[in-house]
């Protein structure tokens, strides 16, 4: 199995900044791409940022100059640098990696059981 194991969620006042982490484990051979999305009640799970094993990022408009992505791929860690919170940016969030389980096998999508982030304002 692979599993992602998510931290850095929290309360937090607006403006402030937290920093989500992400680990990937267990049977895993690669990553390819990570990403966190964020969903609230009733609504559709949404992109906040995607990383690719070259660096290249994909940030939604409502996080840009806010967020900041990032990832160490040897130690398959992803980060969310969240800076500038505002109230609408209280959603969960759910780590996301396109793995491969054995050298053999095809990319899929894993997801992390999401972490809770709060902005008062």
């Known amino acids: 199995q692979v599993q992602l194991v998510e931290s850095g969620g929290g309360l937090v006042q607006a403006g402030g900044s937290l920093r989500l982490s992400c680990a990937a484990s267990?049977?895993?051979?690669?990553?390819?791409?990570m990403g966190w999305y964020c969903q609230t009640p009733g609504k559709q799970r949404e992109l906040v940022a995607i990383?690719?094993?070259?660096?290249?990022?994909n940030y939604a408009d409502s996080v840009k100059g806010r967020f900041t992505i990032s990832r160490d791929n040897a130690k398959n860690t992803v980060w969310l640098q969240m800076n500038s919170l505002r109230p609408e940016d209280t959603a969960i969030y759910y780590c996301n990696a396109d793995a491969k389980r054995t050298i053999l096998s095809t990319l899929r999508d894993y997801w992390g059981q999401g972490t809770q982030v709060t902005v008062s304002s």
């Open positions: 990383i690719n094993t070259g660096g290249g990022t």
């Open positions: 267990g049977l895993l051979f690669s990553i390819d791409s």
